[in-house]
């Protein structure tokens, strides 16, 4: 009676629960009621559409964004508009770096004889080594006076080095070289010789260092002066392409 009760109740709208014997005998006509499967002893077996959901929790102070007319206009006239000009780039400041007076393009008219010509670190070292008059080497490769000019950050480096490049310190202290001083922070020559070069467009540059190659060549109108089988040689210098230098 319990179980007629059950089936011809009013839950009989209700979604069966499948129920499964040993025997193999499926009973799917009780409803979802777990009480009639216990009493019987039968186990539950659950399809997986008749599984629950499971709970999620609600979302605190999630509010959604209700887009307005206003809103819409406002972007169509900023984004969608070409012919607007953009007012916030038109306000940044333009950097235009100022060009020397002495560049005719990239030609620099302020360079002539006698030469000044800024020495690096590198440039004595390798120029002992390869047993090579600093001045004299100069006059050869460029037919003309040579004056070497050293700066307070090169002595600086220099004299960092120790015993190992006492003879190149030495050489730093000739008197025949102009030592020029320094009025910034801190004896990095590289930074130095860079700035030196593009406020004064009156100097060459002499260096073996591939990374100050590579930022001096960035400065227009400066040339560089560098060894090459055991003797100096130059580049970007129009009237002075000897010495097996590349044109650039």
Known sequence: KAVARHVHGPRLQRRPLRLSLKSGFRVSSFPNNPKIAL??????????????????????????????????????????????????????????????????????????????????????NFSIQNKLDLEKGMMDCLYAKCTPCITDCVMAELEKLGQKYRVALRIAKDPRFERLPCTHKGTYADDCIVDRVTQHKCYMVATCDRDLKRRIRKIPGVPIMYITQHKYSIERLPEATMGGAPRF
């Open 39 to 124: 009493y019987f002893g039968l186990p539950l077996v659950f399809n997986q559409r008749e599984m629950g959901r499971a709970k999620k929790s609600p979302k605190f102070a999630v509010m959604k964004k209700i887009v307005t007319s206003k809103a819409i206009k406002q972007h169509k006239e900023e984004v969608l508009n070409p012919n607007k000009k953009d007012l916030q780039k038109e306000k940044l400041p333009r950097n235009v770096p100022n060009v020397s007076s002495a560049l005719f393009f990239e030609y620099n008219t302020a360079l002539g004889p006698p030469y000044r010509v800024l020495v690096d670190t590198n440039f004595i």
